[in-house]
């Protein structure tokens, strides 16, 4: 059975940063991209980035450019976002997302359970 | 970026009585060269992950009851709940995968009449 269980959201100020992991299991992770998907509060589903099976591509939200850093390490099985100058709009629970089929373009499944980063002072 | 737009917004239906929602792509997500429309169906229920119902259009993920269908082409699609059950109550979200930044209508709240 796939699994993905993210870790590493908190409560950070304004500019600060944070890094959550993804842990995946039950699949070999080298063979699929993966995703971070976003949704604030009460709001609908955004998704923040992507990066290939390889680790080798990675692609983002202009929200997020520049700020935020996707990794992986495939010997782990897993995942990270590395977030830096956090902004009050960056609130949200952040699932990670396994790709359906090989490469980035595809539909997400299965969806970790979130974590949640809020940013206030 | 291509805006998926979906709706109604939210939707009341009776139990056992036929539920659709609607979503349409600012541009085409059908690729000529496989034939494909790209796009998925996502059930999110209150606290829950999103779950994965329909991808390319119309095909059901292993495990979805058949009461739930996917149609449309090109720019325009629908997700059908044959006859709706309780259990059916939920955020529904279409989602584009033809190009990067990945987009995600805003969302149609389901809920019983």
């Known amino acids: 059975e796939v699994q993905l269980l993210e870790s590493g959201g908190g409560l950070v100020q304004p500019g600060g940063c944070l890094r959550l992991s993804c842990a995946a299991s039950g699949f070999t992770s080298s063979n699929y991209a993966m995703s971070w998907v976003r949704q604030a509060p009460g709001k609908g589903l955004e998704w923040v980035s992507a990066?290939?099976?390889?680790?080798?591509?990675?692609y983002y939200a202009d929200s997020v450019k520049g700020r935020f850093t996707m990794s992986r390490d495939n010997s782990k099985n897993t995942l990270y976002l590395q977030m830096n100058s956090l902004r009050a709009e960056d609130t949200a629970v952040y699932y990670c997302a396994k790709a359906g089929e090989d490469g980035i373009l595809n539909w997400f499944d299965p969806w970790g359970q979130g974590t949640l980063v809020s940013v206030s002072s | 970026d291509i805006v998926m737009t979906q709706s109604p917004d939210s939707l009341a239906v009776s139990l056992g009585e036929r539920a659709t929602i609607n979503c349409k792509s600012s541009?085409?997500?059908?690729?000529?060269?496989?034939?494909?429309?790209?796009l998925a169906w996502y059930q999110q229920k209150p606290g829950q992950p999103p779950k994965l119902l329909i991808y390319?259009?119309?095909t059901r993920e292993s495990g979805v009851p058949d009461r739930f269908s996917g149609s449309g082409s090109g720019t325009d699609f629908t997700l059908t709940i044959s006859s709706l059950q309780a259990e059916d109550v939920a955020v529904y979200y279409c989602?584009?995968?033809?190009?990067?930044?990945?987009?995600f209508g805003q969302g149609t709240r389901l809920e019983i009449k």
């Open positions: 541009q085409s997500v059908l690729y000529n060269s496989n034939n494909k429309n790209y």
């Open positions: 989602q584009q995968y033809y190009s990067t930044p990945l987009t």
């Open positions: 390319w259009a119309s």
């Open positions: 990066i290939s099976g390889s680790g080798g591509s990675t």
